[in-house]
T-cell receptor, first 113, second 115 residues
């Protein structure tokens, strides 16, 4: 089942902060975050794993609430380069289904000067 | 290290035709996943292969099929094309045996237009 992302779109001025949320109805093994700029391929930002392990870029901050099956991506002191569509992907905590990532519909982030 | 490559980058087909898309993963990556991306729908999972075995499949009709070769290169095929198949098809490779454990590296995609 597709995770739900909120908000669908957000507009910021440079230097402002934003939070993007991702919610699933299933128990999760991991949550992934990717950013896609217009006309480009999605680029990996971070993985948050069940049990607390995190892997990703140092400048990116995110949280994973395993009990609520929710994750949030924190973008602080935004820069113009942060603009793009952010996708969360979830892998369910159900054995063999770990092979599959299901992505949300994305959050369009626009950072203006 | 070369990234994920996909060929062709653009395709125009007519309804009823079939198409084959190719993906070469990053060297050493044995997991390859395919996604369909359309405006407003995000990334829809098609299937995932590891060591020539399809381990999971998304909710797409049987017209969508794929395979992986011994060198980890993968192909996907869409038969009897419909207008709704117009989309960007993305391939992603991963080092890990579990797609949910490691980051996925996406290719530039193949833009398919069905007329």
């Amino acid at each position: 089942q597709q995770p739900v992302q909120s908000p669908q779109a957000v507009i910021l001025r440079e230097g402002e902060d934003a939070v993007i949320n991702c919610s699933s109805s299933k128990a999760l093994y991991s949550v992934h975050w990717y950013r896609q700029k217009h006309g480009e391929a999605p680029v990996f930002l971070m993985i948050l794993l069940k049990g607390g392990e995190q892997k990703g870029h140092e400048k990116i901050s995110a949280s994973f609430n395993e009990k609520k099956q929710q994750s949030s991506l924190y973008l602080t002191a935004s820069q113009l380069s942060y603009s793009g569509t952010y996708f969360c992907g979830t892998a369910p905590n159900s054995g063999g289904s770990n092979y599959k990532l299901t992505f949300g519909k994305g959050t369009l982030l626009t950072v203006n000067p | 290290k070369a990234g994920v490559t996909q060929t062709p980058r653009y395709l125009i087909k007519t309804r009823g035709q079939q198409v084959t898309l190719s993906c070469s993963p990053i060297s050493g990556h044995r997991s390859v996943s395919w996604y369909q991306q359309t405006p407003g729908q995000g990334l829809q999972f098609l299937f995932e292969y590891f060591s020539e075995t399809q381990r999971n499949k998304g909710n797409f009709p049987g017209r969508f099929s794929g395979r992986q070769f011994s060198n980890s290169r993968s192909e996907m095929n869409v038969s009897t094309l419909e207008l709704g198949d117009s989309a960007l098809y993305l391939c992603a490779s991963s080092l890990a045996k579990l797609a949910g454990y490691n980051e996925q590296f996406f290719g530039p995609g193949t833009r398919l237009t069905v007329l």
